[in-house]
């Protein structure tokens, strides 16, 4: 049984050297930002969530993963499971917090209790002419160019130790469920889509990866949902004009069946656009994949890790 049951991603924590930079990074990649009065840069994107993103001044890395629970009484009983104690959370939106450390050492904010912002008006997306239909006639298509409207943080992924004891960790204090799992060989499992449990209210392929890796721990990379399509190549353009690093994109995952676009913060940081992803309620069953699905693609370019290995 697991100690809660979380209801979504809540928010990535980082440190960077230059505030600045990292304000320019955010707003060509399409969050937006502003500054609180301890001097912590924040990001967040058009729908509900108070922040996705934030940054404080320090040695560049990865300080910290948030999910957000169901109500403050959830956060009592994590507490109490954990022997931890809930605290006030000193970030945009108030509420409550629990903190907990996983077994590779990486901090784990729980939160409950925000005030949750007013979604933004969104503009329409274009209707679309294909040859099975055409509802847009004597009108044409017109994209204004800027950076791509980011909607939301949807998962992270991280490079883990033991795949089998964080996987476990994670599981029984938020009850997150196996949408996919990988195996390099049958019975040898590397890692796993997981997302929340929300019974039979469809929720995000995963949440949160876990993969095995020799680099572990290791944040791998953080993915924030777009408008749509047309938004997801306007925010490539965008970037790429900026003068951004791109990673792998665009093109459409196999799991989870996101079209995607990877990008590089300026420190390395690994941060990913995607749209059209797959829903999953808590009765669906979990799968079991190879190594070649986890980074393969239905269209678009391989995976940089693929590319002469005849995939």
């Known amino acids: ?15 960077a050297p230059d505030l600045e930079k990292m304000k320019s990074f955010l707003e ?5 930002t502003f500054m609180d009065n301890n001097g912590v840069l924040y990001g967040r994107g058009c729908g509900i969530a108070p922040f996705a993103h934030a940054t404080t001044i320090g040695e560049p890395g990865f300080l910290a993963l948030g999910f957000r ?31 907990l450390v996983d077994p590779d050492g990486r901090l784990v904010e729980v939160v409950a209790g925000q005030a949750l912002s007013a979604p933004q008006t969104l503009p329409l997306e274009p209707i679309r002419n294909s040859a099975h239909n055409a509802p847009r006639l004597r ?53 796993a889509f997981m997302r929340c449990d929300r019974s039979e209210i469809p929720s995000d392929h995963h949440t949160l ?26 925010g490539h353009t965008h970037l790429k004009n ?3 690093k791109p990673t792998w994109g665009v093109g459409r995952h196999i799991l989870g069946s996101q079209i995607f676009d990877y990008w590089l913060d300026p ?45």
């Open 28 to 32: 060509d990649f399409g969050l937006v």
């Open 139 to 191: 009108t044409s298509v017109r994209i204004q160019p800027g950076p791509a409207t980011v909607m939301r943080l949807g998962h992270c992924v991280l490079e883990v130790s033991d795949f089998r004891v964080l996987e476990g960790w994670y599981k029984k204090r938020f009850g997150l469920i196996t949408s996919d799992e990988i195996q390099m060989a049958p019975g040898v499992a590397i890692g």
């Open 69 to 99: 629970a169901n109500s403050v009484d959830d956060l009592e009983i994590l507490a109490k499971a954990e022997g931890a104690v809930v605290e006030d959370f000193n970030a945009p939106g108030g509420g409550r917090v629990v903190r």
């Open 242 to 244: 900026a003068g951004r």
């Open 267 to 311: 420190w390395g940081h690994e941060l990913e656009h995607w749209t059209d992803g797959d829903l999953f309620a808590a009765s669906d069953p979990a799968h079991v994949n190879s190594f070649q699905e986890l980074l393969g693609v239905q269209w678009g370019p391989q995976h940089p890790m693929m590319i002469g290995q005849g995939s």
């Open 1 to 15: 049984m697991a100690h809660i049951k979380v209801t979504d991603i809540s928010h990535v924590r980082f440190a």
């Open 209 to 234: 990866f876990l993969l095995q890796s020799p680099n572990a721990p290791r944040f791998n990379h953080a993915a924030f949902e777009v408008a749509d399509f047309d938004n997801l190549m306007r």
